[in-house]
T-cell receptor
Framework: GAVVSQHPSWVICKSGTSVKIECRSLDFQATTMFWYRQFPKQSLMLMAT?????????EQGVEKDKFLINHASLTLSTLTVTSAHPEDSSFYIC?????????FGSGTRLTVV | DQQVKQNSPSLSVQEGRISILNCDYT??????FLWYKKYPAEGPTFLISISSIKDKNEDGRFTVFLNKSAKHLSLHIVPSQPGDSAVYFCAASALGQGGKLIFGQGTELSVKP
């Protein structure tokens, strides 16, 4: 079946630094990828929709200058958390939409200290 | 504005009995609904889906029912097994709105032996 690889699975960074998270569709092409954020015991909140070769569409309340999304190819989307702060600590999950539907990555636990 | 709602944060069921998880939605444009199972610090795992042209879809122990007039869907698991214990999310999408998945808050299912 379709597989989405997300890296890193966890990362700890210092406040003020930037962190990049990668999301790759391994055996299918994904024209659209989605980025979600989940706080403990809460829902998966959609942050943005990423389309290959175009600018991402951000949900209301999501700072596009803070959460930079790049979808440079049909198999790779990246989320960069810029100038991270402790409140950015969360679980980030990507999803790729292919012909078989939606496939999720395994998530990235970001801790900003 | 919570477009997808799961009003029961938790559910406890005896092994072998039926588990019924409920989900309500408000957006009449939603035309595709999915159920996911999730463990902490992992990505969601797809369980079953249903298109708005159907009112029932069955896959093994899992059955999803859709009541469009009530904007309500439910997931039935029968018989329930201890391995089913996890957080279950319903999600909905509208093709005409970019196909992004909107998630409910989740219901934590505990199946006791």
């Amino acid at each position: 079946g379709a597989v989405v690889s997300q890296h890193p699975s966890w990362v700890i960074c210092k406040s003020g630094t930037s962190v990049k998270i990668e999301c790759r569709s391994l055996d299918f092409q994904a024209t659209t990828m989605f980025w979600y954020r989940q706080f403990p015991k809460q829902s998966l909140m959609l942050m943005a929709t990423s389309n290959e070769g175009s600018k991402a569409t951000y949900e209301q309340g999501v700072e596009k200058d803070k959460f930079l999304i790049n979808h440079a190819s049909l198999t790779l989307s990246t989320l960069t958390v810029t100038s991270a702060h402790p409140e950015d600590s969360s679980f980030y999950i990507c999803s790729a939409r292919g012909s078989d539907g939606y496939t999720f990555g395994s998530g990235t636990r970001l801790t900003v200290v | 504005d919570q477009q997808v709602k799961q009003n029961s944060p938790s559910l406890s069921v005896q092994e072998g009995r039926i588990s019924i998880l409920n989900c309500d939605y408000t957006n009449s444009m939603f035309d595709y609904f999915l159920w996911y199972k999730k463990y902490p610090a992992e990505g969601p795992t797809f369980l079953i889906s249903i298109s708005s042209i159907k009112d029932k879809n069955e896959d093994g122990r899992f059955t999803v029912f859709l009541n469009k007039s009530a904007k309500h869907l439910s997931l039935h698991i029968v018989p329930s097994q201890p391995g089913d214990s996890a957080v279950y999310f319903c999600a909905a999408s509208a093709l005409g709105q970019g196909g992004k998945l909107i998630f409910g808050q989740g219901t934590e299912l505990s199946v006791k032996p």
